[in-house]
Every structure is written in C-alpha cells, then in structure tokens.
C-alpha cells in the first residue's frame, strides 16, 4: 500500500499542526496528478488532504476574507480543482470499487475548506456503516 500528501507547495515534513503518521508519503500537487495516481495504483491505505492547490484558491481580498480568514469559496468559479474536489472524486472511486475510503488527515491552512473535507470524509464514513 501506498499514501498520498496533497499539497501544492509543502512536503510531509513541514506539516507540524497535524500528526502525520511516519510514513513514506507519494506527494502529489494536483487534481490531475491525484486522479492520475489513484488510476494507476488504486485507492491508497491514507491521504492528507490539503484545500488550495493553485493561487487562485488563495482569497486575496478583503471581501474575500483575506487569505488567512476567508468567508467563502466560490468552488464554481475555480479553474484548478481543490482538494476537496480530490476528496469527493476518491469517494465516487471507493464506492465503485466498493471499498472504504482510506485513512485522511487534513492539513490545510483554509478553515471553510478544510471544514468542507472534514465534513465530506464524515459523512463517508456513515454511509460506510450502513
């Protein structure tokens, strides 16, 4: 088994408010990149997540919230998917598959969008109880 980290720009290693098991991490920086991987070598044993995988996921504005405190994400408007587009297309694959979907961290920086994996992961999980 294998495990991805999700993130545009950091390394595992550099991730210190999430406990990150001491694994070997197969790093990936896209949408794309994931999708290509998880094709090519199935669903993986864990994944952290990471939200904002391009600059223009990054709200600059004040009326965006600022890059540290956004308000929302306007997910319609992107041309780069985010991580949580990662996280919902890996469930659409293990429920194909018909298998759980791996163990997850999330280690992004973005609250709305962290909150939006967190929530997506929880609600797989129920399904997965059923």
């Known amino acids: 088994m294998y495990n991805i980290f999700l993130d545009d720009i ?9 406990d990150l098991p001491p694994v070997e991490w197969t790093i ?6 994931f999708v290509d991987v998880v094709n ?7 994944v952290a997540f990471d939200h904002d995988l391009s600059l223009e996921h990054y709200p600059l504005s004040e009326s965006d919230g600022g ?3 956004p308000t929302n994400i306007p ?7 985010t991580g949580y587009d990662c996280a919902k297309w890996l469930a659409e694959f293990c429920t194909s598959k018909k298998q759980n979907f791996p163990e997850s961290y999330v280690h992004s920086f973005n609250p709305i ?5 967190l929530n ?10 059923v």
């Not at 997910?75 to 998917?81: A, G, L, P, R």
């Not at 969008?113 to 994996?117: H, R, Y």
Request: net charge positive; aromatic share 12%; proline share 4%.
């Open 67 to 69: 890059i540290s405190n």
């Open 28 to 33: 990936v920086r896209s949408y794309k990149e």
């Open 113 to 117: 969008g962290k909150q939006n994996i």
């Open 40 to 46: 090519k070598r199935g669903i993986p044993a864990r």
């Open 75 to 81: 997910y319609e408007t992107y041309k780069e998917k």
């Open 10 to 18: 950091r390394y595992p290693y550099q991730v210190k408010w999430v």
């Open 120 to 129: 997506l992961i929880k609600d797989i999980r129920k399904q997965e109880q």
